[in-house]
């Protein structure tokens, strides 16, 4: 059996992560087909329409400026998933570089990398991405450059860690014996084998992403009006909890819905990618 | 027998009713009377402080020669009993109150006045008025109970801006800025940043009698939800800045009272005169267009505010009666003015608003909405308040910008700090010659005609050349325990305790 129908195999056993995939998955066919799904236009007011609850002509009632919440909601997606994967991505990649360098190389440069990180880490996270964003300005692709630098601490020190387990294999000191040079051995013998740790977390990581763009568009740092953020429908909902709850539980929803995916496909891949677990 | 026995019984339903009426309204004395701030204060020194909620506190606390009436439209005496104006209009001479204290002890007289005047004016001290007086030559104390301005020039607006020189005693080694010593009717008691502001009933207070309450105790809450729900189980019995959603409910509720006045406070659109496109006079007029403020008062006031043209409200006597409804909701007219101007396909800009104002973000999705129908790209930018400051006010690095606006009893008010080339509420930077001497000249006029025909015009020159266009006035309202007497609600956002009472 290959590897890959091994990892399918024990994943697809994980039933809630296959729910966690079916849920990422509607949600990418609602950022991608957004303009044929969504009823209205969901930047368009129409203030006889204002504070409407859940009806067929509005699945998600509406707000104080008559927009459609079904409609934003189906464009949220568009920024919410944006955020996760361009924030991932920055993240991964430069966390994962000082976590090679850093592992492989050892010594000084070690040091000094992990001391970065170790800067970075001295803050809580969500307060380190508001204090880029006040230096950023706001914006939702600001958001994306905030997101990703404050993770990249963790993809360096998790890429570090493995990259320590793995150098010191037999493999490795056979390349090495064998004259590879440096470059070829961290492509070709540890990065693919120290790729686990860092799958899982990026699961992990593309819902805290979404979390902070809620949190910073709900601090009025994100997203800007009127383009549709979970996070920033949730910040003006707030103020109409007890009149229009259905501003704020339907964000509110599709919020908790995509980071409750994303951790069960976090857990499903741990748990598929983890040699210790044993496969009945 | 029975007709006289009737007559009497009425007679004595009568006098309890009478006497019921009169012991319901006599002020009952003690209680305390925790009011919601709507947000920290920046300073409770009278003379630097620029925020509405600073300005809660401490007129609480000092006094001023003079003070407005409820209707915003007179002076009356305060610290002053009375006062002369020479027939030049030069030299204002005012016989001061006797008999008053600090509430440090000390007695009021003349040299607290003039202290309190050098304070302000002192160059190397952040002033937040000192603009108030710059026509005044010297000031003067013949005896310890009078006190004499010269002026350089007449200026009508004189008496109004003497409401900024809050005494403070004459005794430089009290801090100001940590503990405030007034002659007013609370004394200050303590200040724990972010958590509570106390004021204790002065017991010297000069006005006899007054105040009622034992002590005032002010609670900075910017969430509304929990201001709202504070208010209602008995945790505050007086807050300020009621959502305009929540209105008609807290009217209903017969345990609260609501007060709400359609005042001073307003909504504008202004512009960057420095920057292309708003260079252009026709642009910004064809912004003017753009605003649908009848959809705007319904949909963010929920009907509580009223289409706006200029500062001055419309009844005001200054107000200019031919600049009425010129700017409407017309956005085919706003794209022939752009046209006109040379943007027959619309431009890009920025709005700037803040968070701590969300009603104006709402306008601006509003306006931007409007502005895409003729090719005109709003993006909206938010800003932390204290950045949206320093890049809108300090450094004029904006496009335009949706602020609000409160203030304002005289004329001068109005127009001169807002449109006086040089002054920093300038946020626009429209400046020329011309509207300069206008405003100057509207202050030296020493007739009411004369100052009303200047500022007729100073009105048709901002409505036609737009720094910036105005949205809506908004009604004021705040609320407070059905217990609470007494409280005289000004067309400013003014939270005067010295005639309040709880009845309890």
Redesign the interface.
């Given at each position: 059996m290959s590897g890959f129908h091994k990892f399918r195999k024990r994943f697809s056993r994980n039933h809630l992560a296959v729910l966690g995939v079916a849920i990422i998955l509607l949600l990418l066919v609602c950022a991608l087909f957004a303009p044929w799904l969504a009823p209205y236009d969901p930047?368009?007011?129409n203030?006889r329409a204002?504070l409407e609850p859940p009806t067929l002509q509005h699945f998600f009632g509406t707000d104080?400026?008559?927009r459609d919440i079904f409609s934003r909601i189906i464009f949220g997606s568009r920024i919410s998933l944006q955020v996760g994967l361009v924030a991932v991505s920055i993240a991964t990649s430069a966390g994962m570089l000082m976590g090679i360098l850093a592992g492989y190389f050892g010594g000084f440069l070690d040091s000094l990398l992990m001391r970065i990180t170790d800067i970075l880490f001295a803050f809580p996270a969500v307060l380190l991405a508001i204090a880029i964003m006040?230096v950023l300005?706001?914006s939702t692709f600001n958001v994306m450059i905030a997101v990703g630098i404050v993770y990249i601490p963790i993809f360096a020190r998790i890429t570090r860690a493995s990259i320590l387990v793995v150098r010191n294999q037999d493999y490795v000191e056979a390349a090495q014996s064998l004259g590879v040079r440096s470059a070829g051995i961290i492509f070709r013998h540890i990065i693919p084998n120290a790729l686990d740790a860092v799958i899982v977390q990026i699961s992990l990581a593309m819902a805290f992403a979404i979390l902070v763009e809620a949190a910073l568009s709900f601090?009025?740092?994100g997203t800007?009006?009127?383009d549709p953020s979970w996070g920033s429908m949730l910040s003006?909902g707030?103020?109409?909890?007890?009149?229009a709850p259905w501003w704020t539980l339907f964000p509110g929803l599709a919020i908790f819905l995509t980071v409750f995916a994303l951790h069960l496909i976090g857990d499903g891949l741990r748990d598929a990618l983890d040699p210790k677990t044993v496969l009945e | 027998m029975r007709l006289v026995g009737q007559n009497t019984r009425v007679f004595i339903v009568l006098i309890v009713v009478a006497l019921g009426f009169v012991f319901a309204q006599e002020p009952k004395y003690g209680g305390t009377l925790t009011v919601a701030l709507h947000g920290e204060i920046d300073t409770i020194d009278p003379h630097q402080s620029v925020t509405i909620v600073g300005n809660q506190v401490y007129q609480n606390i000092v006094e001023s020669l003079v003070t407005p009436n409820a209707n915003l439209d007179a002076m009356e005496p305060e610290l002053a009993t009375d006062w002369t104006i020479s027939e030049d209009g030069l030299t204002y001479t005012f016989n001061l109150r006797q008999g008053v204290t600090f509430h440090n002890g000390q007695p009021f007289t003349s040299a607290d006045v003039i202290y309190s005047y050098n304070r302000i004016m002192n160059p190397d001290f952040p002033a937040a008025d000192a603009s108030s007086f710059t026509m005044v030559e010297a000031i003067e104390a013949p005896d310890e109970n009078t006190v004499v301005f010269k002026l350089a020039y007449p200026f009508g607006a004189f008496l109004s801006k003497l409401e900024q020189l809050w005494i403070i005693p004459n005794d430089e080694s009290i801090d100001v800025e940590q503990n405030l010593v007034g002659t007013g009717p609370f004394a200050f008691k303590e200040w724990i940043s972010g958590d509570h502001i106390t004021l204790e009933r002065f017991a010297n207070y000069w006005d006899n009698g007054k105040p009622y309450l034992d002590a005032v105790v002010y609670r900075p809450i910017p969430e509304?939800?929990t201001k709202l729900v504070e208010l209602q189980t008995g945790g505050l019995n007086f807050i300020s800045n009621v959502?305009y959603?929540d209105v008609a409910k807290l009217e209903q509720d017969t345990n609260l009272t609501v007060y709400r006045t359609l005042g001073v406070v307003r909504d504008h659109f202004g512009f960057n005169v420095n920057k292309p496109p708003f260079d252009n006079a026709l642009v910004r007029q064809a912004m003017g267009y753009l605003i649908d403020r009848e959809?705007i008062a319904?949909?963010?006031f929920e009907g509580h505010a009223q289409p706006a043209q200029i500062a001055i409200p419309e009844s005001h006597w200054a107000f200019n009666p031919a600049i009425a409804n010129t700017y409407t909701y017309d956005p085919a007219k706003a794209k022939e003015l752009l046209t006109e101007a040379g943007y027959p396909d619309g431009f890009s800009a920025t709005i700037k608003v803040?968070?701590t104002y969300?009603l104006e973000?709402?306008m601006?999705?509003?306006i931007?909405?409007a502005g895409r129908e003729i090719g005109v790209n709003f993006?909206?930018?938010?800003?932390?308040w204290s950045?949206w400051i320093d890049e809108v006010v300090s450094k004029g690095d904006f496009d335009t910008e949706i602020v609000l606006i409160s203030g304002g009893m005289d004329p001068d008010d109005f127009f001169y700090q807002w449109h006086h080339s040089g002054e920093v509420f300038n946020l626009w930077r429209y400046s020329t010659p011309e509207l300069d001497k206008m405003l100057e000249d509207a202050r030296k006029a020493s007739s009411q005609e004369e100052r009303k025909a200047l500022y007729y015009q100073i009105q048709d020159t901002l409505i036609k050349e737009a720094p910036m266009v105005h949205i809506v006035y908004n009604e004021s309202i705040m609320a407070s325990a059905s217990n609470v007497k007494g409280f005289v609600m000004t067309g400013r956002e003014d939270m005067t305790f010295k005639d309040v009472w709880i009845d309890q």
């Open positions: 930047i368009k007011s203030i204002r104080d400026l008559g006040a300005g706001p601090l009025g740092l800007q009006p009127p003006f707030r103020q109409y909890m007890l009149e | 509304d939800a959502p959603k959809a319904e949909a963010i803040s968070p969300p973000i709402k601006a999705e509003l931007a909405e993006e909206i930018i938010q800003l932390e950045t």
